[in-house]
């Protein structure tokens, strides 16, 4: 199935099935705080202990020693994947501009142009597991064990011939599948860097006379596939697809802490997924407050693989064959509801008042508030809305947000531009709100997109406060 993307579609309905566990806003607004120097120890750590192997294996050159460091060499340079991964959502750095190089740096390690690769991982977080839709799938049911096993090699990713030809501006299917036109330019610009540094690569092999080069870049991404690949298997491989549910098509591990330091903190996978704007350092302390309402861990590494290759195994007779996590019977979230893809989208609307969007939300006051006048419609009191709070509110079918920060109160367009989110599930940091689908960001008070994949402009809504009553006007 084709989606053309423009900058316009609304995939806000799609958004708006998935099952999320409540986490208090501002629970999440600390969980959620982006941290230069967390993000610089970890950065620094990876490469430091890459740079020590990549020196241990050259000076093991010649004897058997070699090969252990090369392997080590190319697991820690495979777990720059995770590294991109993170840098793609924009969270492991406060300062974007480092965000932004890293991301370039790790994609281009990993094979994969930074542009494109963004905009898939934002499918693949809009349609996680789904076929047909997801293009990060490895595989669903039956799950195909030629795929599984290649992984290990680090095959099926590495793309040079696609890349060359989008430097070229051709609009391939995927292309039009999942980047707006607004960021072909950018892409294209992108791919030739991406093709400049690898044929800089081969071109070194020549000058030096030695495939080095190749060994400690391209050739790396295979030998040391193994071990990032047996994790990222871990994902969502044999679970329930199809769904709009994390809890159900997506897996957490326990890993041990050498391997959680450089796969960025990912074994909290469903969390990760379910709130993506939580940046690395804080999913575990996110694990701890929502691990009950979500299904038992996995004790290992192991454990998940060998229940992947049991699946494989009953696959053999009965090709539909998965595995359902066992919900956890709480109230919030039970083994015996509906299942979330039965769900319909949720009418978590009120005409002509405040939308009950989210159970984060603050109470809502008790006290009716006045009727419209004029055109101008009551939204909310002062005091339901903290500093850098939002909420939601809708008229007449649209939607809107309402914000308050240290200033004031404003109010725009409550949809993201971009796929059609709700903002007032969002978090505002330094004035804007972030989207929590994406991580798009807008400026609260011109409604000016400010962060990819966002790129068209929110509608910027008149606001007075009157009485203790925050007033909207909408013609
Ligand atoms: S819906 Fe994608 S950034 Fe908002």
Redesign the pocket.
């Known amino acids: 199935m084709l989606f053309f993307m423009s900058d316009t579609v609304d995939?806000g309905d799609v958004?708006e099935r998935w099952y999320r566990v409540d986490i208090p806003r501002n629970d999440l607004s600390r969980l959620a705080g982006r941290s230069d120097a967390k993000g610089l120890v970890r950065l620094i750590g990876h490469f430091g202990i890459l740079a020590g192997f990549g020196i241990a294996a050259y000076l093991a050159l010649g004897t058997w020693l070699m090969f252990p460091a090369f392997f080590l060499y190319g697991t820690v340079y495979c777990f720059l994947n995770h590294l991109m991964h993170e840098t793609h959502h924009r969270t492991p750095f406060k300062s974007v501009w480092i965000n932004e190089v890293f991301h370039w740096i790790s994609s281009f390690a990993h094979g994969a142009e930074p542009v494109f690769d963004r905009w898939a991982h934002?499918q693949h977080h809009?349609y996680t597991y789904m076929e047909e839709k997801d293009p990060e799938i490895v595989t669903t049911s039956p799950i195909n064990r030629w795929k599984v096993i290649s992984s290990y090699f680090g095959f099926g990713f590495f793309t040079p011939l696609a890349i060359f030809k989008r430097a070229l501006g051709v609009v391939d299917k995927e292309v039009e599948e999942y980047v707006p036109q607004s960021d072909w330019k950018k892409m294209r610009w992108s791919s030739w860097f991406w093709l400049l540094g690898y044929a800089a690569i081969i071109g070194s092999c020549f000058y030096f006379g030695t495939i080095l080069p190749l060994v400690y870049t391209v050739f790396a991404r295979c030998y040391g596939a193994l071990i990032p690949s047996l994790l990222n298997n871990t994902q969502h491989i044999g679970l329930e697809f199809n769904v709009y549910d994390h809890r159900l098509c997506t897996r957490d591990v326990y890993i041990n802490p050498i391997l959680s330091f450089f796969y960025w903190n990912m074994q909290y996978h469903t969390e990760h997924h379910m709130y993506p704007s939580i940046p690395f350092h804080a999913l575990k302390k996110m694990h701890r407050q929502v691990k009950d309402r979500l299904p038992p861990v996995y004790p290992s590494l192991w454990a998940v693989n060998r229940e992947i290759r049991e699946t494989m195994r009953r696959q053999k007779t009965d090709p539909h064959y998965r595995v359902t996590p066992q919900l956890p019977q709480t109230a919030e979230g039970t083994g015996t509801e509906e299942k979330a893809s039965d769900r319909p989208p949720p009418e978590s609307e009120r005409t002509g008042s405040k939308t009950d969007a989210s159970d984060s939300s603050p109470t809502l006051a008790e006290t009716p508030l006045p009727k419209p006048q004029n055109g101008w419609y009551p939204a909310c009191r002062t005091n339901e809305l903290e500093e850098n709070g939002v909420l939601p509110f809708k008229n007449e079918g649209s939607q809107y947000a309402v914000y308050r920060l240290a200033d004031g109160f404003y109010a725009t367009s409550g949809k993201?531009?971009?796929?059609?989110?709700l903002l007032s599930k969002g978090l505002i940091f330094d004035g804007e709100i972030e989207?929590?689908?994406?991580?798009?960001r807008f400026s609260v008070k011109d409604g000016c997109a400010t962060r990819s994949?966002?790129h068209s402009c929110l509608e910027v809504v008149p606001v007075t406060v009157e009485d203790e009553v925050v007033w909207l006007q909408l013609s």
């Open positions: 995939f958004l934002t809009t993201c531009t971009h796929a059609g989110a989207c929590p689908a994406h991580q798009g994949p966002a």
